[in-house]
C-alpha cells in the first residue's frame, strides 16, 4: 500500500489549498481514508476523513465550514479542499489508510503517506 499525498504550499491568509492523496495497493471503497496535521512542537492531529462504506465523512471542529474531504474511487484519490485558511492551518499535512479506524485517533491508521507543507502566511 502507497499513499501520495500533494497539493501543499504556501497561501496567504483566506487562501484555499487542494490536497490531494493518490493511493495504490488498496481499493478504496474497502477503507477510511483520514488527513492529519502536525505543526511543529503539537501532537498530530485528526483533521477529516472519509469511510467510503456508509459514505459517511468527519471533521475536527476547527476546520467545520472551511475544509471539505471528498474521493474519485476511479482515480483512487482522496481530496481535501481547504478555504479560508488561517496561519492557525499551517502544519505538515499527511494522509493515512485503515480498514477500520477512529477519524481522531492517528494511532488507529496503518499506512501513511509522506507529509505535504501547508504555510499560511501573509
Known amino acids: 500500500v502507497q499513499l501520495q499525498a500533494s497539493g501543499g504550499g504556501l497561501v496567504q491568509p483566506g487562501g484555499s489549498l487542494r490536497l490531494s492523496c493518490v493511493a495504490s495497493?488498496?481499493?478504496?471503497?474497502?477503507?477510511?481514508i483520514g488527513w492529519f496535521r502536525q505543526a511543529p512542537g503539537k501532537e498530530r492531529e485528526g483533521v477529516s476523513c472519509?469511510?467510503?462504506?456508509?459514505?459517511?465523512?468527519y471533521y475536527v471542529d476547527s476546520v467545520k465550514g472551511r475544509f471539505t474531504i471528498y474521493g474519485d474511487i476511479g482515480k483512487s484519490a482522496v481530496y481535501l479542499q481547504m478555504n479560508s485558511l488561517t496561519p492557525e492551518d499551517t502544519a505538515a499535512y499527511y494522509c493515512?489508510?485503515?480498514?477500520?479506524?477512529?477519524?481522531?485517533?492517528?494511532?488507529?491508521?496503518?499506512?501513511w503517506g509522506q507529509g505535504t507543507l501547508v504555510t499560511v502566511s501573509s
Open positions: 472519509i469511510r467510503f462504506s456508509g459514505n459517511s465523512t
Open positions: 495497493g488498496v481499493i478504496l471503497g474497502y477503507y477510511v
Open positions: 493515512a489508510a485503515a480498514r477500520g479506524a477512529s477519524c481522531s485517533d492517528y494511532r488507529t491508521f496503518t499506512y
